[in-house]
């Protein structure tokens, strides 16, 4: 059973910083890809970044490129969403997922076989 649990979320001001982790247990293949997500109320879940595992490759949504970042610790498993110059839009619930069958750098949510239960992110203005 693939486990993922995200942490770091919680209240921070516009314009402020956060980093969300992302930490993978009960897995044993080498080669996935880890993408995070976002899910705002009455809203479709946004892809945000996806980074294969393997070779540290990553494709960043166009709403996020310039402000966020992702990265992975293998050592750890464990993947992380650096999240600069947050804005009140960015306020959601942030999902990571890891892409088993087949992976590459999709910003597909339907693409994910196996997701955490979330992380709430909540921006002041």
């Known amino acids: 059973q693939v486990q993922l649990v995200e942490s770091g979320g919680g209240l921070v001001q516009s314009g402020g910083s956060l980093r969300l982790s992302c930490k993978i247990s009960?897995?044993?293949?080498?080669?996935?890809?880890i993408g995070w997500f976002r899910q705002a109320p009455g809203k479709e879940r946004e892809g945000l970044a996806c980074?294969?595992?393997?070779?540290?490759?990553?494709r960043l949504g166009d709403s996020v490129k310039g402000r966020f970042s992702i990265s992975r610790d293998n050592a750890k498993n464990m993947a992380f969403l650096q999240a600069d110059d947050v804005r009140v839009e960015d306020s959601a619930v942030y999902y990571c997922?890891?892409?088993?069958?087949?992976?590459?750098?999709?910003?597909?949510?339907?693409?994910?076989?196996?997701w955490g239960h979330g992380t709430q992110v909540t921006v002041a203005s």
């Open positions: 009960g897995f044993i293949s080498d080669d996935y890809v």
């Open positions: 980074v294969w595992r393997g070779d540290g490759r990553t």
């Open positions: 997922a890891v892409m088993r069958i087949t992976p590459w750098l999709s910003l597909k949510h339907t693409d994910y076989e196996d």
